[in-house]
């Protein structure tokens, strides 16, 4: 066992494989960051780890007490905890089943006992997360329960065995281990040695709206303008597959017919205030004009008749990003990275595992790290015009958070979209419930709410050339039929993206810690309380920045949305009524309104809501100080949109609250204080 | 490529696994009956087949026109053809993503062009049937388009690729060839080379009722009493969990509380007509008296608690044998084989692939094989003592045809079990629709005409006290609370399961027509019709023995069903409407009837429904003659229980109709012929 930083590890079992995500993805750990922290001691010693194998894999044992919870092994739409599950990590579009098939898998586990597991692999690895009793076990001995065992109406999940993680084709690996205080410390530190998290640009957290696929630049520019004469919120427009010549593969090359003039459009978005974003995937079609020089750095197998770019090589980084920075200097803001997963059951699509790739890779192991490279290839014309870039990608793994992508999927469970976002934190990742359809305004309503509190807000309105507020009804809107209380509706969405646009200083400072702390921005409450028994399957309720939880309603649940508070003295952000922690507490949730909580001494800085926003924006801010005592909050003062935070800190601008009256560290251009709200 | 029997031929690739199906399994295959076949050519040279390998696999890539249609895998709940689709064939309890996760993988494919190729491996093996399109193959050079391309709103799901097996761990692969005149040929061959198809006892092909999970031996018997005083035709008793001192794990011991006389209750059962069937899993719980003896014989990981038997060792099959042959002495006719797969998503029970076991599988291997080897182990007790059994199972696999156990499933989608019938034709296996529960009259009604024509009919209705014709809503049925329209329900139900005694005769045909030329008994219409295009996805209509098809209607998609008559002259059974074929029919279905379709020149004999089957039944039979030549079938005449019929043929009977007569070849005690029907 090798120390490497202060509380992260390694170790090496075997002949670890050529390649692996650490070797591929070539993190940049922020060391100075990590060796700031306390020392902390691993959990274990190297010789309480058991390495064995069978013919076609090895396996790993680590020692897991019966009280210890395990959680994060990438995206995982259908479970939160991991205790007691077993979960394969495959890549796959149409992760219906709670297998380990996901969008992004991750072969990083983290315990409440304070550490995480890197498993450096891009094999499509087992984690058994106790739920193997051995024969002959400590479990055994001690008389735990098997997992799965029926006892009257319970099924026992947890305490059963140990950790067991099996990795196919290898005959070694290689475990980064993460030590720190908590299970928030430890994912901390391993988003750390992955870089950091992102930063995105201040107009990333916006409003993103994506057209209708088959709308021309006519279409777009029409929508762009009712967007803004409506007064909904929107930095991000997006297009998507239909501004190629073809999508399926993809020519990356304006269809002239539809847009006549993609400069003066992209222009004219820019001048009203929008970044303009468009979706892509990363197959490259005959007609595509990178086509022949792709051809000798691809794999062996056609996705769609396109190329699979091997994007480990030179050739294919540069021939993808430099035709993708002409693209960007046309006025883009950044890209939508569809479809880098792998369909095994809507229409089977993909490469095969057995695909090989001139790098040396084969396809299961590209599968695991194809959308991270695609995403390094993508963020590379930002990088290098000190610009940053904030979007979508649909597939990412180990060591991703310093990228600009935020993840999406073509499922719909609004449960699942939701719970999302619990997994996504503890793996590294960004999650976004974006909204595409709704069978009801209730059901529209709700997911927007979400949407609202969740890492980017995604109104993804690609089927229908008319915004869904306008009409949810599929058949209607294409028909141009509008909702009786459209106006209505409108309203509430309105206040709803407004409200997104008043938390856009607070998400600032939240995705900023992401970036110096490698704190998520959005994670489940368990991750501020690892103690709190009842938090440890909550995965409907999270803590956005510091001392604000959120806890929108998922679609399909009724009106009523019960909220566990830790200990402690919380605040309805609604009705500021003062509640004591430690207890369950339940309310009836009015259409449009997203149940905040706020904990006692959190500084809130609301801003006025804008439509967009500038690079030079100037937030007007309302302090909201919960309690008695003194509040406090960090404002983060930069130019908004460089890459000069990794060379130069931003200002962080610290606002104290004492009594009625508040005081800044260091006044910022960023920020004008309007006033203070104290609520007891 | 060796020729082993006519039409048959076996390759290697590499070296091997020591442990593979056909090792394992040990298939008694039918040389006499395949050498009796014609000799068939190999569908292509082995030099037309590539090998490669890459870390931790090999693969095989045979050659795949894009005129050919695969089918098989194992049982498929979720998709039928398999063109353009790719399946990593996994055992799995809960499949429900079309993944190749499933209770009984097969490694077997077969062609529309007329042959199958079984690969012997125990591995979680992917088969890509034609959706992988490789740079600089034919399918490139001649242009066929990829799959998952979208051509309009068309994916492309065939034609793109060859057939490309992957085999996880192994370093070489023995592939057998089953060539034939038509797919269905195949399949026969495929089914001789495991010993034929089984051949179920004459009360096999009646009807099983399995009853309410905690009741007692009183409920038992009065349950036993009504139904026969409801005249409910029923065969099979069936006693779910509860028979048991501890049912997860298993003891294997009756419960003396709740059955304080098991002995008398069988005999009692017996003298009633039933023939008792018990549930159990293979996991032996501490408490077993087979525990102790089966420590040194079982696997190093538990399951609930249990022991997981090697049934490869010798000593494990005859503990457990012998342990089930007392049983089956009180009067056990049968077991219900639960359990034998893996749970990924609901509990997540089952022993991890890196199990190992005393024989040297792994748990990965041993999830393959390990339904079927129980299925050998209890199956034995019955052979031994010169009995036939008929019972289910969850888990199968490879050459399974000849074991006298019917796949089900904890999955109820309707239309997926209806679906399940096809794909377990294709692949060596039966599977049952079987009836649990219903939301309504018309969806219960629905799924007992399905299970009517299903090669087993059972009516698990372990959940309620009181069968669900007489209350189909679970909190009412548990209440005792009846429907208010029960009478009419009960005697709904009552005339389809009459229909199912009526069928017997036929069913019993066909059945030994599927031990003894491989045919299945219940197959898709694209097995009798693989040159009809519009047949190849038809997977909710099925041929039931020679000449009758059957068209249940699927719970959810209303009254009316649409079935594709292919060419020449068809009867509607229940009107007698004359039907010109090569097209679709659709018609309205009320309730309580399955349409049925009979080829012309069939000569269809139903029986007088009887109560159950006693081993000296005798049918009163009347045939249906379908047009104006001569009609005929076949009638098997034995025992009805023995394994006698595997040394000495039965009596093959042939019935023969010219005008209104009819001529027997040799009349058998068995049957008495009341009278012919013509219909033009």
């Known amino acids: 066992m090798i120390q490497i930083a202060n509380g992260v590890y390694r170790m090496t079992f075997g002949t670890p494989e050529a390649f692996t995500p650490v070797g ?21 010693r190297e010789d309480q780890i058991r390495f064995f194998s069978r013919r076609g894999s090895v396996t790993l044992e680590l020692p897991l007490d019966p009280s210890e919870d395990l959680y994060g092994l990438g995206l995982m739409l259908k479970s939160f905890r991991q205790t007691g599950l077993k979960k394969k990590l495959r890549t796959n579009s149409d992760p219906t089943a709670d297998t380990g098939d996901t969008h992004a898998p991750v072969p990083f586990c983290v315990s409440t006992a304070g550490y995480g597991i890197l498993v450096d692999t891009a094999r499509y690895a087992s984690f058994h997360c106790g739920n193997v009793k051995k024969r002959g076990s400590r479990q055994d001995r001690e008389g735990y329960p098997s997992a799965g065992t029926q006892y009257g109406h319970w099924w026992v999940k947890s305490g059963s065995g140990n950790l067991f993680i099996d990795i196919p084709a290898a005959e070694g690996v290689t475990l980064y281990l993460f030590c720190g205080e908590s299970l928030k410390d430890a994912v901390a530190r391993y988003n750390l040695f992955g870089g950091g998290g992102v930063f995105p640009p201040l107009w990333g957290l916006g409003v993103f709206y994506r057209a209708y696929m088959p709308g021309d630049q006519k279409h777009v520019m029409k929508l762009a303008k009712e967007l803004r004469e409506e007064e909904i919120p929107c930095d991000v427009f997006g297009l998507e597959p239909g501004w190629q010549t073809h999508a399926y593969s993809c020519t990356y090359q304006w269809d002239s017919e539809r847009f006549p003039d993609p400069d003066g459009m992209l222009t004219e978005l820019r001048e009203m205030g929008y970044r303009p974003n468009l979706w892509e995937h990363a197959y490259v079609n005959p007609a595509s004009p990178i086509f022949e020089s792709m051809k000798d750095c691809s794999g062996d197998c056609y996705v769609w008749d396109g190329l699979v770019p091997d994007f480990i090589t030179e050739k294919a980084r540069d021939v993808f990003s430099s035709h993708h920075d002409a693209i960007r200097k046309q006025g883009v803001s950044g890209f939508k990275l569809d479809e880098a997963d792998n369909s095994d059951f809507t229409a089977n699509w993909g490469f095969p595992d057995f695909a090989s790739f001139p790098s040396g890779l084969d396809g299961e192991q590209m599968h695991t790290v194809i959308g991270t490279l695609y995403q390094q290839v993508m963020k590379k014309p930002f990088d290098d015009s000190n610009e940053r870039t904030f979007g979508q990608c649909r597939q990412s793994t180990a060591l991703a958070s310093s990228y600009p992508y935020v993840l999406y999927s073509d499922l719909y469970d609004h449960a699942d979209f939701v719970r999302g976002m619990a997994s996504a934190a503890c793996s590294g990742l960004l999650w976004t419930p974006e909204v595409r359809f709704a069978g009801s305004t209730e059901e529209l309503i709700r997911r927007i709410e979400a949407a609202v509190v969740s890492p980017q807000t995604v109104l993804n309105c690609y089927q229908v050339p008319t915004p869904p507020w306008r009409q949810w009804d599929y058949e209607k809107n294409m028909r141009g039929e509008l909702l009786p209380d459209c106006e209505e509706v409108t309203a509430t969405v309105r206040e709803l993206l407004r409200f997104r646009m008043r938390l856009v200083p607070h998400l600032y400072t939240a995705y900023y810690r992401y970036y110096r702390d490698g704190i998520p921005p959005v994670r489940p409450p368990m991750m501020d309380y690892p103690d709190v028994p009842e938090l440890r399957d909550v995965s409907d309720v999270y803590m956005i920045g510091e001392g604000l939880m959120a806890a929108p309603v998922v679609y399909g649940t009724g009106d009523r949305k019960r909220v566990f508070l830790p200990e402690g003295i919380w605040y309805d952000f609604w009705d500021g009524t003062r509640l004591e922690g430690g207890r369950f507490f339940e309310k009836t949730v009015p259409l449009g309104q997203i149940p905040l909580f706020l904990r006692e001494g959190t500084l809130l800085a609301l801003a006025e809501p804008l439509p967009c926003l500038a690079d030079d924006t100037v937030f007007d801010i309302t302090l909201f100080a919960y309690g008695e005592g003194d509040c406090s909050c960090t404002l983060i003062g930069d130019d908004g ?16 609250a004492t009594g009625n009256t508040y005081t800044v560290s260091t006044p910022h251009p960023r920020y004008r204080i309007r006033g203070l709200k104290r609520i007891l």
């Open 24 to 44: 591929i993805l070539k993190p940049r750990p922020r060391f100075e960051a990590l060796n700031a922290l306390p020392d902390c001691p691993p959990p274990f």
């Open 641 to 656: 949109h460089s890459c000069d935070y990794l060379t130069k800190p931003p200002a962080e601008i610290l606002v104290t």
